[in-house]
């Protein structure tokens, strides 16, 4: 990642304990629209507290892998995986970029991860999704626009997640349709509020506007679905 470990001083340093709210739940419901995680092997990359994948397991993954360089988030990890099975589960301590691709899964995911890459590593993020994957890839990430550009460069957002530039389906597309063992993709787009202050978490306002295809035309998470021959 292109400033590592900026997490640990930033969006980690904050947290102490893990809470399962709307903001993660909502983006795991979208995620299991497009996969079913029963008896599948996972990998999520960035995966930060480890959230999603511990709902992946919960709707019956057989296995699920997390990759994160973040040594806070790691920490913590482990944490909420206590009780769980070691059969169950794999914590890397890594750039995601640096995985091997001895490492693969049934479905490979990640969520507000490929944005933070710069340049050449912009492509290389999205080839790691799918060199690591069997089956299908989904990537959740935020919407280009102008809201998010403003965001982006905002002090308090840089100092929290530091580099961020949001990808464009023009820019999505150029790279999957270089990969020859892609089969088919999709994007859609929902959590109409997201990095929108005070709003982000609220349930109710978000689903109304969801439903109204607000999302369409807002700040706004894509979710990119991807599967292969």
Same mark, same amino acid.
């Given at each position: ?6 997490? +640990? @001083? ?35 990359? %960035? ?26 988030? $790691? ?17 890397? =301590?890594? =750039?995601?970029? %640096? &995985?091997?691709? +001895? ?6 995911? @990640?969520? %507000?991860? &490929? ?34 550009? $403003? ?58 506007? +969801? ?6 035309? @807002? ?11």
């Amino acid at each position: 990642m292109t400033e590592k470990n900026i997490w +640990d @001083s930033g969006r980690w340093k904050f947290v102490n304990e893990i809470k399962f709210d709307f903001m993660t739940k909502y983006i795991h419901e979208h995620i299991s629209r497009c996969v079913s995680f029963e008896n599948k092997t996972t990998i999520e990359l %960035g995966s930060g507290l480890g959230r999603l994948s511990y709902l992946a397991l919960n709707d019956n993954a057989e296995k699920v892998t997390m990759v994160d360089s973040s040594s806070k988030a $790691i920490e913590i990890s482990k944490k909420l995986f206590a009780e769980v099975s070691s059969k169950k589960y794999e914590i890397i =301590n890594s =750039n995601i970029l %640096g &995985i091997s691709t +001895d490492h693969k899964a049934d479905i490979v995911f @990640s969520s %507000g991860v &490929i944005e933070h890459f710069k340049k050449n590593e912009r492509f290389e993020i999205i080839k790691k999704h799918i060199e690591l994957t069997k089956q299908e890839c989904v990537i959740v990430h935020p919407t280009d626009n102008i809201y998010q550009t $403003i965001f982006n460069k905002f002090p308090l957002s840089v100092m929290m997640y530091g580099y961020q530039k949001s990808f464009s389906e023009d820019e999505m597309n150029k790279y999957l349709e270089s990969f020859s063992e892609v089969k088919s993709y999709t994007h859609s787009k929902f959590h109409t509020f997201y990095t929108v202050p005070l709003l982000h978490n609220n349930e109710k306002l978000n689903r109304i506007f +969801d439903k109204k295809n607000f999302s369409k035309l @807002s700040p706004g998470l894509t979710i990119t679905h991807i599967k292969k021959i």
